[in-house]
């Protein structure tokens, strides 16, 4: 059969279409127009606990990525761990062609804190675009309630950058719907929400966040980093 190929103005009819739309109806869709081309990249958040759970139904349409950048809290691997038990993942796992040692060694020692810009493009970046090699769509768990750089995210996005289509079931969800998810279906998730760190990314650039305060602050703080550059245009 034909590869059905989405141009920019298709993608903004479909989010149009699908705005408002059951974040289990935005996969559906997904898995028909793009069934074997399509990639569930894991940061292992709670946002990926919940996309796990809801893509099993499309299992044979969705790839399942890590990008692990070998710099991730030890419960983050632990959650990986899990969810790849219970639901018997078939789990890709895409990293930098550096180890971190081997980072030190060409870039400087502590690379995250000199230039975390040039880090994350490093160890996240470009993994995730070997990760979406031949794939013409790519499942997120951006959020808007997540800061203010998604409050503009639609469910379905035209990414100009990559060239592909960007899926995003939960855009509309608020912290009090994934954790109620979570609970309703007894997911494992990350057990670092649970101890101030509503965002986890990589050990030296995470801390702890007080309550009340913006949930991404406990990224990269101290800087005026607040994405790591995955769901920005590539730069570097």
């Not at 590869?3 to 699908?18: E, G, I, Q, W, Y």
């Not at 099993?56 to 070998?70: F, K, Q």
């Not at 160890?123 to 031949?134: I, N, Q």
Request: charged share 25%; with cysteine; aromatic share 8%.
């Amino acid at each position: 059969m034909a590869r059905a190929v989405m141009t920019p103005d298709d993608v903004r009819a479909a989010a149009d279409r699908l705005d408002g739309a059951p974040a289990e109806d935005v996969l559906a869709w997904a898995a028909e127009q793009f069934a074997g081309r399509l990639v569930l990249t894991c940061s292992w958040q709670q946002q990926s606990s919940v996309l796990i759970h809801m893509t099993r139904p499309h299992a044979d349409a969705v790839r399942v990525v890590e990008l692990d950048t070998e710099l991730l809290f030890p419960e983050t691997y632990a959650t990986r761990d899990r969810l790849v038990e219970r639901y018997g993942l078939t789990l890709e796992s895409f990293r930098a062609e550096h180890t971190p040692a081997q980072q030190e060694a060409a870039e400087g020692p502590a690379l995250w804190e000199r230039d975390p810009d040039r880090c994350c493009f490093l160890r996240k970046v470009l993994p995730l675009e070997r990760a979406l090699e031949g794939s013409d769509a790519w499942i997120t768990g951006i959020r808007r309630a997540q800061s203010a750089t998604r409050e503009g995210a639609r469910a379905v996005e035209w990414d100009e950058a990559r060239g592909i289509v960007k899926v995003q079931p939960l855009v509309a969800w608020s912290d009090e719907d994934v954790k109620g998810y979570l609970f309703a279906h007894d997911i494992p998730y990350n057990p670092l929400h649970d101890q101030g760190y509503p965002s986890i990314g990589c050990v030296p650039c995470t801390s702890p966040v007080a309550p009340g305060d913006d949930p991404r602050s406990g990224r990269w703080a101290g800087t005026a980093k607040t994405e790591c550059g995955l769901h920005l245009p590539r730069v570097g």
